[in-house]
T-cell receptor
Framework: GEDVEQSLFLSVREGDSSVINCTYTDSSSTYLYWYKQEPGAGLQLLTYIFSNMDMKQDQRLTVLLNKKDKHLSLRIADTQTGDSAIYFCAEIPSSGTYKYIFGTGTRLKVLA | GAVVSQHPSRVICKSGTSVKIECRSLDFQATTMFWYRQFPKQSLMLMATSNEGSKATYEQGVEKDKFLINHASLTLSTLTVTSAHPEDSSFYIC??????????FGPGTRLLVL
């Protein structure tokens, strides 16, 4: 089946690092994405990583990809209260249709 | 760049009426747009893939006569919920391919059917 799994909830203190994990299913996926959704809003593209990369860093965000274990993570450094949101990982399986398979979403709560 | 808009952002309608939701790519052309439905505290459920100039491709279990999709131009796709019922109340989100694989999402439309 095509299930992309994430832990449902993460709580961190302001200033700490947050690590959100995702386990995907298709080892042939070419791109893997991280999106952020604030309450009542659409999805904001945060970053993505191509499957031939192990790591990608973009300011406070670091994406790690372990293809062997089909594990993707998003690390947010110096987490701020404005980072509180739901984070979705998504993969494009190798079916060639550009359809995303979304993870279940992780609700990040940042405590002041 | 890569901005996608949706209109309306919120709509309340009576049961039995039809509601049209527009999805526009503002600064790029999108041959493919996607329509999603999101229930509270859940992930996005893909409803259909909208292709410019051709019929939409619906996911299993989505009624194509209930959710009419028209992709009339490279910047506009519309979703019409026909004969809406309270169970159609949901958050509807569209996305557009901004080139290759990446999808850019609209802000969503909250539909409430009374």
């Amino acid at each position: 089946g095509e299930d992309v799994e994430q832990s449902l909830f993460l709580s961190v203190r302001e200033g700490d690092s947050s690590v959100i994990n995702c386990t995907y299913t298709d080892s042939s996926s070419t791109y893997l994405y991280w999106y952020k959704q604030e309450p009542g809003a659409g999805l904001q593209l945060l970053t993505y990583i191509f499957s031939n990369m192990d790591m990608k860093q973009d300011q406070r965000l670091t994406v790690l990809l372990n293809k062997k274990d089909k594990h993707l993570s998003l690390r947010i450094a110096d987490t701020q209260t404005g980072d509180s949101a739901i984070y979705f990982c998504a993969e494009i399986p190798s079916s060639g249709t550009y359809k995303y398979i979304f993870g279940t979403g992780t609700r990040l709560k940042v405590l002041a | 760049g890569a901005v996608v808009s949706q209109h309306p952002s919120r709509v309340i309608c009576k049961s039995g009426t039809s509601v049209k939701i527009e999805c526009r790519s503002l600064d790029f052309q999108a041959t493919t747009m996607f329509w999603y439905r999101q229930f509270p505290k859940q992930s996005l459920m893909l409803m259909a893939t909208s292709n410019e100039g051709s019929k939409a491709t619906y996911e299993q279990g989505v009624e194509k006569d209930k959710f009419l999709i028209n992709h009339a131009s490279l910047t506009l796709s519309t979703l019409t919920v026909t004969s809406a019922h309270p169970e159609d109340s949901s958050f509807y989100i569209c996305s557009a391919n901004g080139g290759k694989e990446t999808q850019y999402f609209g802000p969503g439309t909250r539909l409430l059917v009374l």
